[in-house]
């Protein structure tokens, strides 16, 4: 109450401050995504990360490649002519100080298609550097004659991700807005109190990617992140001013003056935003678990977003309706429909309804649910690449025609770096690798294994050892990368595709190998997966009691209850369980993508079940908080469970409802950007907000509400206290 006082009589100094603050972050918003220079999907710190960071710098592999496909219907690009023309159109770049080499891809081929050809670039530039310099590689890259080129790898796709992140941004503006407008003009039936939930929403986004915009100065964040903020403060912005300004428009009618009026709203509907909003950032502190740069930079993106959503509906939002007071009614639309609207008693008489039968609804709903749950039992991860990406884009085309035509698993092997204690091209060092490297080879799941020695003929470690004395063979080796120093590479080919579950259990059996003397560090794009699920595995457990335990704890103070708090996060983990469900039905067995205009990659993006149950368990406490609380106002004025039940539902049913309905707009509108992790994101929490505000707030809820009757409320005297 005081709060709502204070806010009004600072009114016009609340609202000008937090004006300037967002014309100031606006201006950096357009220039964010370029900003942004890494995908975030590694595992700093692990063996495989380790590995990589060893073959750059001891072995001298490149720091960064790109891959430039070639097709053409009438040429033979196999032939000797058509690889000379294709080298010769890279003489601009290869002139380029900063291109280590340029050469014929030699991965052996699937298929004998004499239309396709491709060239590896290899450049001196980490991954950063080589995004500054892409526009003007591209530029220096000819085209041959008769032929289409496509540029593949991780900075082309990188590239393409940022100019996809503009173009999602450009559509949920252009589209997502409009529209989200559209509908709070229905819901609210006047134009000023449909502009301010609107204006809290934008707001939150221009606020947190202008402070992700100086935060880029000093640390390395995701190009995924600016769509998930953009996602996440649209909704949850217009999602809390909502019930403010609906609880505002309610006491204008009761309280003797706007003041008042803006305070009753700041008490009641203000509180439960603050309650809710924790339950959310509880969600995404959770995210700090998973020790991988990508999930800390979307929980960096949604707790600065949440947060500036809460602080917005808290003191901008109450400013501007003690600014605009009795105004918030004028400039009608849709008079007949908000009549109707407002003398409906749909929600009583749903309630009413539920609780005649509220064991059998409970099940069948439940049964539905826990149903929908069962594909993530059969549910595959991978980590994307250009997949990410629409099949228009060209590095996924790149990547595309490289994966139908060229054996995957010998361009994505599994690398070793092995680290001897005198020099490799020493005998008794030669001896140890060959050890080892047999013990490999006889490893099940083993395609190949090459090593130095293998390139030499696969002689004797004293016959190696004589070759390696003469200068042109150890030179060679230095320039292919297979030695250096006290260090080795060993290529390790599986006989399965590199993202499936038995290439990576043959990664666990090499790390398990007895080196004996030797140091190994075992790296790649399996090995990559296999530290990034790893660290998923061991932070899982404890997020999920982070999440359930402080959220259960918060709801416990909110609404002194134990079993209300207790149902709240069963409901949740159905319709999370649900939503994931669908997410794995769509991405990873292929169902409804062309109605979506998705693709289906085949398996699930290592990232999403996280995400997902951080950012869903939190939204979904929403309509929970919103819900109970009003329950509770009319339990404690009655004392009848199940008479608050029913008007608790009347008084909210619509509103939240109105609250989904904006939500499943917003977040709806995201299922049709560029980039398929934004795209699965938009799914689950579609699925999980019209589960949650249909068939579990409205139908699960008021069931057991009547089941558990007086018990909802029963709480230990020193949690009720006097």
Known sequence: ????????????????????????????????????????????????????????????????????????????????????????????????????????????????????????????????????????????????????????????????????????????????????????????????????????????????????????????????????????????????????????????????????????????????????????????????????????????????????????????????????????????VFARTQKRMENSIIWERIALSVMKRPAVLAIVISTLLVSLMLPIVHMKVGVPTAEVLPPSYESRKGAELLKENYDVRKSNPIFIIVKTQENVTEASSIRSIKKYEDKIHRLPGVLSVQSFIDVLGNRTPEETFQLLKLKGTHDRMINESLLRGNFALLTVVPLSQPNSAEASNLVHQIRNVSANNLGTYVTGQTALLVDMMDRINSGLPLLMMFIISVTYVILLY?????????????????????????????????????????????????????????????????????LISRIKEEYDRSGDNEKSTATGLQKTGRLISSAALILLVVVGSFIFTNIEITKALGVGLFCAIFIDATLIRIIVVPALMKLLGPANWWAPRWIVGK
């Open 1 to 332: 109450w005081r709060w709502g006082i204070r806010m009004y009589r600072l009114r016009w100094a609340v609202t000008i401050f937090w004006v300037l603050l967002f014309i100031v972050s606006a201006f950096f918003v357009p220039r964010l995504p370029d900003r942004l220079k890494d995908s975030g999907l590694t595992a700093k710190g692990s063996e495989s990360d380790h590995g990589f960071s060893l073959m750059k710098k001891e072995l001298g592999t490149s720091l960064s490649t790109i891959t430039v496909v070639y097709t053409s219907h009438d040429i033979d690009l196999t032939s000797v002519q058509a690889k000379k023309d294709i080298l010769q159109s890279l003489d601009k770049l290869k002139k380029q100080n900063y291109v280590e080499n340029i050469h014929i891809n030699s991965t052996p081929r699937l298929k004998e298609d004499k239309g396709i050809q491709s060239v590896v670039v290899e450049l001196k530039l980490k991954n950063q550097e080589a995004l500054n310099h892409f526009r003007e590689i591209k530029g220096l890259m000819g085209k041959p004659k008769g032929m289409k080129t496509f540029v593949d790898g991780e900075i082309a796709t990188i590239h393409e991700v940022q100019q996809a992140t503009k173009q999602d941004m450009a559509h949920s503006e252009k589209i997502g807005l409009p529209i989200a407008l559209l509908v709070l003009l229905f819901i609210f039936g006047t134009v000023w109190a449909a502009i301010l939930p609107l204006l809290v929403g934008i707001m939150s986004v221009s606020l947190t990617l202008g402070i992700t915009y100086r935060l880029t100065e000093f640390y390395s964040l995701s190009n995924f992140l600016p769509n998930i903020v953009m996602m996440l403060g649209l909704a949850i912005g217009v999602d809390y001013a909502l019930f403010l300004v609906s609880r505002f428009r309610e006491e204008l009618k009761r309280q003797q003056s706007v003041e008042e009026a803006v305070a009753m709203a700041t008490q009641t509907a203000g509180q439960s935003v603050f309650f809710s909003g924790f339950a959310v950032l509880i969600g995404m502190f959770g995210m700090l678990f998973i020790k991988l740069p990508i999930i800390y930079s979307l929980c960096l993106g949604g707790v600065l977003v949440v947060f500036s959503a809460m602080i917005l509906s808290c003191t901008l939002l109450p400013s501007l309706l003690g600014i605009i007071g009795h105004r918030i009614n004028s400039l009608k």
């Open 558 to 626: 909110a609404f002194r209850s134990v079993l209300i708090p207790l149902k709240a996060v069963m409901m949740n983990v159905l319709s999370l369980g649900a939503s994931l469900g669908i997410v794995v039905i769509v991405f990873q067995y292929g169902w409804l993508t062309g109605f979506l205009n998705i693709t289906s990659t085949g398996y699930v993006s290592i990232i999403m079940p996280v995400t997902i149950f951080c950012i869903v368990f939190g939204i979904s406490m929403d309509y929970e908080v919103f």
